[in-house]
Nanobody, 115 residues
Framework: EVQLVESGGGSVQPGGSLRLSCATS????????MSWVRQAPGKGLEWVST????????TYADSVKGRFTVSRDNAKNTLYLQMNSLKPEDTAVYYC????????RGQGTQVTVSS
């Protein structure tokens, strides 16, 4: 059974940073491209970032480019998202997913950016 467990969310002020983690099991992590998606209050799922299986190729939504960094540790079966210069509009539940559409995703971790 595929399991994706996100952690690291919280409440921060604008300009702050958070690092999200996603612990995975139930599939061969090192062979899977992985993504982060998010859902803001009252809105649909939004793709944030994708990293390829080896970690050498990353893509980002324009809204987070230059502020967020996706990475992975294939030895630990774990995906990360470093979020810097956070803005109120980054407030959302963040999910790691095995597809960019977020079809298969974890339970999510809440990120709230507010002064």
């Amino acid at each position: 059974e595929v399991q994706l467990v996100e952690s690291g969310g919280g409440s921060v002020q604008p300009g702050g940073s958070l690092r999200l983690s996603c612990a995975t099991s139930g599939f061969i992590f090192s062979t899977a491209d992985m993504s982060w998606v998010r859902q803001a209050p009252g809105k649909g799922l939004e793709w944030v970032s994708t990293i390829n299986r080896g970690g050498g190729s990353t893509t980002y939504a324009d809204s987070v480019k230059g502020r967020f960094t996706v990475s992975r540790d294939n030895a630990k079966n774990t995906l990360y998202l470093q979020m810097n210069s956070l803005k109120p509009e980054d407030t959302a539940v963040y999910y790691c997913a095995t597809t960019p559409s977020g079809t298969r995703r974890g339970q999510g971790t809440q990120v709230t950016v507010s002064s």
